[in-house]
């Protein structure tokens, strides 16, 4: 079973629904991550948060809005999303900085289809 | 930024062959993850190695550092290794540094 736990692992939302994503991870790590990925393509990085602190925005649009409430969880609110954002949406956590034995932990993803 | 470049991009084997995936990258480098996503979209990863030689069960990985390449070798391949295999680098800053993927390698095993 992976560490970090993604919840929910499928969501159908409109393009004027508001919706959360959800990560956890128990591992002490003080790094965490949201990453997008479209099909047949590799995880593209959205955030970081380090040590609670948003540390990197890859000039996400602002219908994405990331939180970290504690070193433990992350979430990712959604609002008036568009088609082209369905994607499968990974959250990650590492040590910070991530120079240890395990490097980067990934969920298993939420897979996003916005109608 | 670095980067990072996985060959071959598409494989096809029979149940029970052996075969190696190379990642090369453009710059030196702190952190180097080899990564298996299933048919699921769940990203696993299989070797944390920036430099050295890991064995996992029929996989292992070497990574030259010193010539910016990482080899991994899945043998006596199974159907449930198919799915894409992702090389993905860090060079640790002070601030700002970030995982960089490659663009994978697709691995199909038919029975």
């Known amino acids: 079973d992976t560490e970090v736990t993604q919840t929910p692992k499928h969501l159908v939302m409109g393009m004027t629904n508001k919706k959360s994503l959800k990560c956890e991870q128990h591992?002490?790590?003080?790094?965490m991550y949201w990453y997008k990925q479209k099909a047949k393509k590799p995880p593209e990085l959205m955030f970081v948060?380090?040590?609670?602190?948003?540390?990197i925005n890859e000039s996400v649009p602002s219908r994405f809005s990331p939180e970290c409430p504690n070193s433990s969880l992350l979430n990712l609110h959604l609002h008036a999303l568009q088609p082209e954002d369905s994607a499968l949406y990974l959250c990650?956590?590492?040590?910070?900085?991530?120079?240890?034995?395990?490097?980067?932990?990934f969920g298993s993803g939420t897979r996003l289809t916005v109608v | 930024g670095i980067q990072v470049e996985q060959s071959p991009p598409d494989l096809i084997l029979q149940e029970g062959a052996n075969s190696t995936l190379r990642c090369n990258f453009s710059?030196?480098?702190?952190?180097l993850q080899w990564f298996h996503q299933n048919p699921w979209g769940q990203l696993i990863n299989l070797f944390y190695?920036?430099?050295g030689t890991k064995q996992n069960g029929r996989l292992s990985a070497t990574t030259v550092a010193t010539e910016r390449y990482s080899l991994l070798y899945i043998s006596s391949s199974q159907t449930t290794d198919s799915g894409v295999y992702f090389c993905?680098?860090?060079?640790?800053?002070?601030?700002?540094?970030?995982?960089?993927f490659g663009e994978g390698t697709q691995l199909t095993v038919n029975p």
């Open positions: 948060y380090s040590y609670e602190k948003l540390s």
């Open positions: 993905a680098v860090e060079r640790i800053k002070t601030s700002g540094s970030r995982l960089t």
């Open positions: 990650a956590s590492s040590q910070d900085p991530p120079g240890t034995s395990y490097g980067y932990t």
């Open positions: 190695i920036p430099s």
């Open positions: 710059d030196s480098v702190n952190n």
């Open positions: 591992m002490g790590h003080r790094a």
